[in-house]
T-cell receptor, first 112, second 113 residues
């Protein structure tokens, strides 16, 4: 599976948009980009995933560059409850068993 | 939907004792995963099942660890004998299938003294 690179940490002001970058320069054509987050003392939580088109759901938006070598997760209006570690993962959809390997992620701190 | 249910939430056991962690996946999910999380190693995939069959256990650290899924609604992760280095948070997750995200349980915080 392609490796991903994320900044180890970032801060965001409450109410502002949080833009979380992820580099995946070795991504293959059949690999999807997934985002999860883990709030302290909880299990990871699925956020969103996409292949090449931008995606949006009730939690966030995912912007994937045209060459698919990087992506950005956008939390449109960050709240204190969005403080968490955010993981970017690339994985082939054709991996029938769907296993995810988590990296170190980005520690996001939302401040008042 | 109650989500993925893990028990116990916390377990403190003496070294050498047998430890059994339990997981009830979401009804209808046919894939189940066991992860371990520590500060040093982060989230590690230990083993996963599809339709109750173990598919890949290459992440299981050693023979002291074993996992079973006797039916679609229950799985166990057993450590025998336990050692202090097994102390970690153990997560169970389930998924309805390929292309879907996982739903994780709240985890079991295991401490071996």
């Amino acid at each position: 599976d392609a490796k991903t690179t994320q900044p180890p940490s970032m801060d965001c002001a409450e109410g502002r948009a949080a833009n979380l970058p992820c580099n995946h320069s070795t991504i293959s054509g059949n690999e999807y980009v997934y985002w999860y987050r883990q709030i302290h003392s909880q299990g990871p939580q699925y956020i969103i995933h996409g292949l090449k088109n931008n995606e949006t759901n009730e939690m966030a938006s995912l912007i994937i560059t045209e060459d698919r070598k990087s992506s950005t997760l956008i939390l449109p209006h960050a709240t204190l409850r969005d403080t968490a570690v955010y993981y970017c993962i690339v994985r082939p959809l054709t991996d029938s068993w769907g296993k995810f390997q988590f990296g170190a992620g980005t520690q996001v701190v939302v401040t008042p | 939907d109650a989500g993925v249910i893990q028990s116990p939430r916390h377990e403190v056991t003496e070294m050498g004792q047998e430890v059994t962690l339990r997981c009830k996946p979401i009804s209808g999910h046919n894939s189940l995963f066991w992860y371990r999380q520590t500060m040093m190693r982060g989230l590690e995939l230990l083993i996963y099942f599809n339709n109750n069959v173990p598919i890949d256990d290459s992440g299981m650290p050693e023979d002291r660890f074993s996992a079973k899924m006797p039916n679609a609604s229950f799985s166990t992760l057993k450590i025998q004998p336990s050692e202090p280095r097994d102390s970690a948070v153990y997560f169970c997750a389930s998924s309805p299938g390929t292309g879907y995200g996982y739903t994780f349980g709240s985890g079991t915080r295991l401490t071996i003294v």
